[in-house]
């Protein structure tokens, strides 16, 4: 079984910075991409950045220049560094990741969330 565990949510006023951080546990071979996505109440998840076992970053538009995409694979851990933070990036924020558990089965791993609010 793997758990995804996030952790450094919370209220941060206009222009702040939070940290958000996922470490996976369980019964992993190995762990491909870990991905952030982000949903607001009524609206679909979104992507907002990912990288691979191997480095590669991407970020969604709204995330480019102020966020930041890190992992440490020794840990199992990917952060998500937030700066300047807009009201707009108040959302809850799941980590997601792709874990071998046992050759050759990948499966979606979801954690469960950590609020992020943004006050103006």
């Known amino acids: 079984q793997v758990q995804l565990v996030e952790s450094g949510g919370g209220l941060v006023q206009a222009g702040g910075s939070l940290r958000l951080s996922c470490t996976a546990s369980?019964?992993?071979?190995?762990?491909?991409?870990m991905s952030w996505y982000r949903q607001v109440p009524g609206k679909q998840r979104e992507l907002v950045a990912g990288i691979t076992s191997s480095g590669s970053i991407n970020y969604a538009d709204s995330a480019k220049g102020r966020f930041t995409i890190s992992r440490d694979n020794a840990k199992n851990t990917v952060y998500l560094q937030m700066n300047s933070l807009k009201p707009e990036d108040t959302a809850a924020y799941y980590c997601?990741?792709?874990?071998?558990?046992?050759?050759?089965?990948?499966?979606?791993?979801w954690g469960q969330g950590t609020q992020v609010t943004v006050s103006s």
């Open positions: 997601n990741a792709r874990i071998t558990t046992k050759l050759p089965i990948v499966n979606a791993y």
């Open positions: 369980g019964t992993i071979f190995s762990i491909n991409a």
